[in-house]
């Protein structure tokens, strides 16, 4: 995963910005926060303490924040959006290379079109007809698709996994083994849920290096299954634990 890059790269770059600098509708800014306005074509976003807020029908480059959230309004296109502290939300229809954040929770509305996701510390959830060109990647927060077309894989070390409805993955589902690097060695692991839901295709490997309860809907289809036992389940919910 790239979120010590992206802690790193981002802290770095930033902190060489003067504290309004402005060249071109690129914007660079120390402190404060940043709107990308409705209807405008931007460069880059970039702030070390604040928000960027880019508003419906804009359209920027790279962004990034610190300390900050990322907000993007329906029909938003930009680059890589990336935060380390904060959280990422998109109304729906977002077109983005990548979504990225260390201590922060993704959460992408219906119909958003996004390279791939990424978070350290934060859960993940996409709406309704989204589709993720490549892969979806935690390592402590849970993920939840909803009618999602994956093209790559979907990965977690600590978070429950949900393959909602009509969802479909194509490059399996991968469950690592803790380490002291993730998480305190005294910490107990609890057994994560793994929900593969009604109508729900997973093409690839399901591997889990950890305990799980596996549910998977009569009517979805998954691939080969390492560590785990599949329990089927019919109706809209899986048993509870």
Same mark, same amino acid.
């Given at each position: 995963m790239r979120q010590s890059r992206l802690i790193l790269a981002t802290a770095l770059a930033l902190s060489l910005c003067s504290p309004a600098a402005l060249a071109g509708k690129s914007i660079e800014k120390v402190m404060g926060s940043i709107t990308a306005h409705a209807g405008e074509d931007y460069g880059s976003l970039e702030t070390v303490n604040g928000s960027i807020r880019v508003e419906a029908g804009a359209r920027a480059g790279d962004i990034a924040t610190v300390n900050g959230s990322v907000h993007l309004e329906s029909g938003a296109s930009v680059g890589d959006a990336e935060t380390v502290n904060g959280s990422i939300k998109a109304d729906g229809k977002l077109t983005a290379k990548s979504v990225e954040t260390v201590n922060g929770g993704i959460r992408l509305g219906d119909q958003s079109s996004v390279g791939e996701i990424e978070t350290v510390n934060g859960s993940v959830f996409t709406g309704r007809g989204s589709r993720i060109a490549r892969n979806v990647e935690t390592v402590n927060g849970s993920i939840g698709l909803v009618d999602t077309d994956v093209n790559g894989s979907i990965a977690t070390v600590n978070g429950d996994i949900t393959v909602g409805v009509g969802s479909h993955v194509r490059g399996g589902i991968t469950?690592?083994?803790?380490?002291?690097?993730?998480?305190?060695?005294?910490?107990k692991q609890r057994k994560l849920r793994i929900v593969i839901g009604p109508d729900a295709v997973v093409e690839g490997p399901l591997v889990?290096? $950890?305990?799980?309860?596996?549910?998977?809907?009569?009517?979805? $289809?998954i691939g080969p299954v390492t560590g785990a036992t599949a329990v089927r389940y019919d109706g809209a919910r899986p048993p509870k634990d």
């Amino acid at each position: 995963m790239r979120q010590s890059r992206l802690i790193l790269a981002t802290a770095l770059a930033l902190s060489l910005c003067s504290p309004a600098a402005l060249a071109g509708k690129s914007i660079e800014k120390v402190m404060g926060s940043i709107t990308a306005h409705a209807g405008e074509d931007y460069g880059s976003l970039e702030t070390v303490n604040g928000s960027i807020r880019v508003e419906a029908g804009a359209r920027a480059g790279d962004i990034a924040t610190v300390n900050g959230s990322v907000h993007l309004e329906s029909g938003a296109s930009v680059g890589d959006a990336e935060t380390v502290n904060g959280s990422i939300k998109a109304d729906g229809k977002l077109t983005a290379k990548s979504v990225e954040t260390v201590n922060g929770g993704i959460r992408l509305g219906d119909q958003s079109s996004v390279g791939e996701i990424e978070t350290v510390n934060g859960s993940v959830f996409t709406g309704r007809g989204s589709r993720i060109a490549r892969n979806v990647e935690t390592v402590n927060g849970s993920i939840g698709l909803v009618d999602t077309d994956v093209n790559g894989s979907i990965a977690t070390v600590n978070g429950d996994i949900t393959v909602g409805v009509g969802s479909h993955v194509r490059g399996g589902i991968t469950v690592e083994k803790p380490n002291s690097g993730w998480m305190p060695v005294s910490m107990k692991q609890r057994k994560l849920r793994i929900v593969i839901g009604p109508d729900a295709v997973v093409e690839g490997p399901l591997v889990f290096k $950890r305990d799980v309860t596996l549910y998977v809907h009569k009517t979805a $289809r998954i691939g080969p299954v390492t560590g785990a036992t599949a329990v089927r389940y019919d109706g809209a919910r899986p048993p509870k634990d």
